[in-house]
């Protein structure tokens, strides 16, 4: 069974970049059946999707967020990685690496998500 885990930051200043770290057991990030997704949720708000990494490494961003938005992968860790850059505090959200089985897929797997507060 696939696991995930978010790792971070908890706080980050307002215009710096926020950079999160999803941890993956018990599969590899490289395999061709699983689309690695960043996920958050802004307090009191729904789910948003910021994006994902596919199995060849190519990338799909939200349009809203895909100038701030980068997503990359170490597969000798098997880790991937999201870097949000010029936050505001909108960008306050608990964050959420998640897997699909394809670009838009049901979310199979989730992590536990991590906290993330912009503030001065």
């Known amino acids: 069974q696939v696991q995930l885990q978010e790792s971070g930051p908890g706080l980050v200043k307002p215009s710096q970049t926020l950079s999160l770290t999803c941890t993956v057991s018990?599969?590899?990030?490289?395999?061709?059946?699983?689309?690695w997704n960043w996920i958050r949720q802004p307090p009191g708000k729904g789910l948003e999707w910021i994006g994902y990494?596919?199995?060849?490494?190519?990338?799909y961003y939200s349009p809203s967020l895909k100038s701030r938005t980068s997503i990359s992968r170490d597969t000798s860790k098997n880790q991937f990685t999201l870097q949000l850059s010029s936050v505001n505090f909108e960008d306050t959200a608990v964050y959420y690496c998640?897997?699909?089985?394809?670009?838009?897929?049901?979310?199979?797997?989730w992590g536990q998500g991590t906290q993330v507060t912009v503030s001065s």
């Open positions: 018990g599969g590899s990030i490289t395999r061709n059946d699983y689309y």
């Open positions: 998640a897997t699909a089985g394809g670009p838009g897929g049901v979310y199979d797997y």
């Open positions: 990494i596919a199995p060849s490494g190519s990338t």
